[in-house]
């Protein structure tokens, strides 16, 4: 329980201990609000039996029974972890008008989220595959 307890607490670093801990890429995706190109990230095709996990602070973000085929080019689920493992808030950088999914554990960006994905949630958790690592099950 106390582990569980721990993973829940919010993580706060500063920027120079996010660089430390994060490689460039990572840095840039989950910490600056970037984006990987399409169809490039590691885990975009990847099909095994698992958990999403944050790269920041490895909390637990989707599980792959949740993970679908969007043809976006990034890794597409339909349903977090749990209610409260991503945060989601309105994004109108880059002239548009989208809602953004964070790591409710950690603030780290992960992507967006779009009103375009399959029942019973409608909703496509768009997320960049260096926010993400994976553990098989």
């Known amino acids: 329980m106390i582990e569980n307890a721990q993973k829940s607490e919010k993580i ?32 975009y095709k990847n099909h095994d039996d698992g958990i ?4 920041a602070c490895d909390a637990e973000l989707f599980k792959s029974d949740t993970k679908f085929e969007s043809g976006s080019g990034w890794p597409s ?4 972890f749990t209610p409260d ?8 950088s880059h002239r548009m008008r989208r809602v953004e999914a964070t790591c409710a554990r950690c603030g780290a960006h992960l992507g967006h989220v779009f009103p375009d994905g399959p029942k019973p949630t409608g909703l496509r958790y768009c997320i960049n595959s260096a ?7």
């Open 12 to 43: 706060e670093k500063t920027d120079a201990e996010w660089r430390q801990h994060l490689t460039p890429e990572q840095y840039y995706v989950t910490r600056q609000k970037g984006t990987e190109p399409a169809f490039s990230g590691a885990l």
């Open 52 to 55: 999403y996990h944050c790269v």
């Open 77 to 80: 689920f339909w349903l977090p």
């Open 85 to 92: 493992s991503v945060e989601t808030q309105e994004d109108t």
């Open 131 to 137: 926010a993400l690592k994976f553990e098989k099950q």
